[in-house]
């Protein structure tokens, strides 16, 4: 069935080998990119599929063209970097870990010095096609993101004065920095570094999930209950909220439509960012692919199982009481949605040095 799908050029097809790293058999020395850094390779031999079911609400999830991939590369390091955290012991995979959906499966994330984090850590996996990032969007995109949890002090608690010191001390990085940016000067700068990170976060997409092989018209890619799912999911109206390549991740929403939804959580969504008293309680509607992995669910993350989170949605946003047998169909429907996961070489990264700034992991400073 696989060749009956429509299929567009390959980013190995479209993009020089020699940018953007192939782990095809013929250009071997290519995976490796720049200092010895892996690009984000396993991009490059997948194609992206096209829906042959164009009418269906949902669309699959493309594979993006990498026009950098030493930036890519950068990004990938330091995502893995614990020295952006002013403990030492922090990266942004802490929270967001790439073994386990983009997420740490946490009700609320571990901060520095242990902090109880304010609010479920939601997954990096395919977060650059939202129309904005964190629950309640105050980040416009990636890039502006990245800044955030550097500085927050419930996240890894440094400064971007702290980061950039510690990555221009060390020499391997400022050679990277300098071959990965043209506007490179004379150091490393913040901008940089955040635009690093989020080039590498655009890559952390999940194509080729069963369920986009069913929409590019493989009819055996779901089982007839997966299929009976999305059926009530789309009957049902839960794809007035979670429908495009993201299923969510299009607008922002009321939390509780016919019911409050109860919960301990001070987070108020929307309203934080406009002050406009219409957007209490409304929040990004999260993407639910990958929905298996990233447990456990909503912005307070106090719901463990799929089958409770289905009955609360149906009930406080579609005013409707599933049956156990409509919930398990939806969520057998759910767990078609896990894509194929990030893949590639955990990175190296370069030592620091007696001019690094140290680590300072119990906060005597
Ligand atoms: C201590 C845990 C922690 C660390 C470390 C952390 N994050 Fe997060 N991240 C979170 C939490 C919690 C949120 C949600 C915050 C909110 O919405 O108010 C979040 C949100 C995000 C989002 C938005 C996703 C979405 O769907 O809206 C992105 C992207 C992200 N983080 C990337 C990063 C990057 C890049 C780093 C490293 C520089 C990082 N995070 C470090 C916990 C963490
Ligand atoms: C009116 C818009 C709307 C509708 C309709 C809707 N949802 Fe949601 N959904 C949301 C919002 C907003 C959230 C985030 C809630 C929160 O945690 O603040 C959410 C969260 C979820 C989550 C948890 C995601 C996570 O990562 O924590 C699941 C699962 C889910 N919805 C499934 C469904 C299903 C299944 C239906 C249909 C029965 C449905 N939704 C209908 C808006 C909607």
Redesign the pocket.
Known sequence: MLTEYARIPSQSELVATDKVGSNTASTPTTAQGLHGATTAHHLASMTSLVSTRPDEPIKPIAIPQIDNPAVVALGQKL?FDTR?SKSGG???N???NLAMGGTDNMT????HKWAE?P??????LN?GL?IA????GRAKN?QE??GG??ENPL??ASTHEHVVEVLNSIPAYQDEFKSAFSDYTDAITIEQVTKA?ASF?DTLVTPNSRFDKWLAGDDNAITEQELRGYQTFKTSGCVACHNGELLGGGSFQKFGVFEQYTTKNLAEGRFAVTGNPEDKLKF?VPTLRNIELTYPYFHDGQVNSLEEAVKIMGKIQLNKDFTDEEIADVVAFLKTLTGEQPKFQHPILPPSNPNTPKPNPFGKS
């Open positions: 995502w952006l922090l990266s942004c802490s929270c967001h609320t994330s571990i901060g984090g609010i479920n850590s939601p997954t990096v977060s939202a990032q964190f629950w309640d990636l993101q990245a949890p550097i996240e890894m990170l976060e990004k």
